[in-house]
């Protein structure tokens, strides 16, 4: 099994950075893709970025890109998502979650095999 625990989210201002963290433990030997999704009151789970673990490649939505960057310590099983340029609609909970599958839809919810908790990010006008 593997468990995941996001830290870092909070209240910024529009303009404003926050740093988003998700330790892993557990089987993390077995993580091949790390990836952040994130979710608003209402809507649907919509994918934010991911990482390879091994090779390092990574994707974003297009929403994202430019202003977040997705990065990965493996030797401490945490992954983070920089966030700079905050956005009102980019105010949700953040999830991470780790996919034991090399070739999985990396942007796609059921791709996951684990997930953490969520952090709340709120930025405000």
């Known amino acids: 099994q593997v468990q995941l625990v996001e830290s870092g989210g909070g209240l910024v201002q529009a303009g404003g950075s926050l740093r988003l963290s998700c330790a892993a433990s557990g089987r993390t030997f077995s993580i091949h893709v790390m990836g952040w999704f994130r979710q608003a009151p209402g809507k649907e789970r919509e994918f934010v970025a991911a990482i390879n673990w091994y090779g390092g490649s990574t994707y974003y939505a297009d929403s994202e890109k430019g202003r977040f960057t997705i990065s990965g310590d493996n030797a401490k099983n945490t992954v983070y998502l920089q966030m700079n340029s905050l956005k009102p609609e980019d105010t949700a909970v953040y999830y991470c979650?780790?996919?034991?599958?090399?070739?999985?839809?990396?942007?796609?919810?059921?791709?996951?095999?684990?997930w953490g908790q969520g952090t709340q990010v709120t930025v405000s006008s």
């Open positions: 979650a780790a996919d034991r599958s090399p070739i999985g839809a990396k942007w796609q919810v059921n791709a996951y095999d684990y």
